[in-house]
T-cell receptor, first 113, second 110 residues
Framework: KAGVTQTPRYLIKTRGQQVTLSCSPI?????VSWYQQTPGQGLQFLFE???????NKGNFPGRFSGRQFSNSRSEMNVSTLELGDSALYLC????????????FGPGTRLTVL | GENVEQHPSTLSVQEGDSAVIKCTYS??????FPWYKQELGKRPQLIID?????GEKKDQRIAVTLNKTAKHFSLHITETQPEDSAVYFC?????????FGTGTSLTVIP
C-alpha cells in the first residue's frame, strides 16, 4: 500500500497570508490527524478528522482549521499567518479506532517570512 | 489533559552499548503507547508499541516496558548501531488523542 502523502512539501509565505495543506491517507484509513512540529515544542496535536467530521481538537487558535473529504483526504488551512506558524506540519492516518496505530506523512515545511 | 514527559532530551552512546529512553504519563486512561523514530528530514516511523494490558514487548534489538502503576514506559535499544542515531518520540493515547513527548536525540558513536 502507498503511504501517507502530503503536498506541498515546502511552502514559503509572508505574514498575513493564508495557506492550505493537503494530506492523502493510506488507502482504507478513515482517520486523519494533524500535528505541528517545532524544535522547542515537539509534536503538538491540531485536530483529527474521521468520516468527514472533526472528532477531536487541540489547543490551537481558530486560524487553524481543517476538513476531510469523502475519500478521506484532508486539508488544513491556516489564515492570517504569523511568524510563529513556521513549522513542519505532519499528518497521520489510521484505520479509525480511537487508539489505532498512526502512520505519518513526510510533512509540509512551512516558512513564514 | 494528558501530560507526557520524556527523558533524556539528548543521549550519546558508544556503538554496541544499550540506550534507554524513559517517558512518564499522567492520565490513567491512557491505554496505548507507541514509539516513533524520526531521522533527520524524514517522517516519524513507528518502531514499536505497547498496549496497557501488556507489560513488555520485544522486537529484535528493541524492547518497550510499561509500568501502569507508576505510569511510566521505557524504550530499550540493545547493541546500538550508527543507524540508530535519530530522534525518538514516545506517545500516549487516552482513547481520544495522542500526546507526544518532546523527543530524545540519540547519537550512536562509532
Amino acid at each position: 500500500k502507498a503511504g501517507v502523502t502530503q503536498t506541498p512539501r515546502y511552502l514559503i509565505k509572508t505574514r498575513g497570508q493564508q495557506v492550505t495543506l493537503s494530506c492523502s491517507p493510506i488507502s482504507g484509513h478513515r482517520s486523519v490527524s494533524w500535528y505541528q512540529q517545532t524544535p522547542g515544542q515537539g509534536l503538538q496535536f491540531l485536530f483529527e478528522y474521521f468520516s468527514e467530521t472533526q472528532r477531536n481538537k487541540g489547543n490551537f487558535p481558530g486560524r487553524f482549521s481543517g476538513r476531510q473529504f469523502s475519500n478521506s483526504r484532508s486539508e488544513m488551512n491556516v489564515s492570517t499567518l504569523e511568524l510563529g506558524d513556521s513549522a513542519l506540519y505532519l499528518c497521520a492516518s489510521s484505520l479509525g479506532g480511537r487508539d489505532g496505530t498512526q502512520y505519518f506523512g513526510p510533512g509540509t515545511r512551512l516558512t513564514v517570512l | 489533559g494528558e501530560n507526557v514527559e520524556q527523558h533524556p532530551s539528548t543521549l550519546s552512546v558508544q556503538e554496541g552499548d544499550s540506550a534507554v529512553i524513559k517517558c512518564t504519563y499522567s492520565d490513567s486512561a491512557s491505554n496505548y503507547f507507541p514509539w516513533y523514530k524520526q531521522e533527520l528530514g524524514k517522517r516519524p516511523q513507528l518502531i514499536i508499541d505497547i498496549r496497557s494490558n501488556v507489560g513488555e514487548k520485544k522486537d529484535q534489538r528493541i524492547a518497550v516496558t510499561l509500568n501502569k502503576t507508576a505510569k511510566h514506559f521505557s524504550l530499550h535499544i540493545t547493541e546500538t548501531q550508527p543507524e540508530d542515531s535519530a530522534v525518538y518520540f514516545c506517545a500516549a493515547n487516552t482513547g481520544n488523542q495522542f500526546y507526544f513527548g518532546t523527543g530524545t536525540s540519540l547519537t550512536v558513536i562509532p
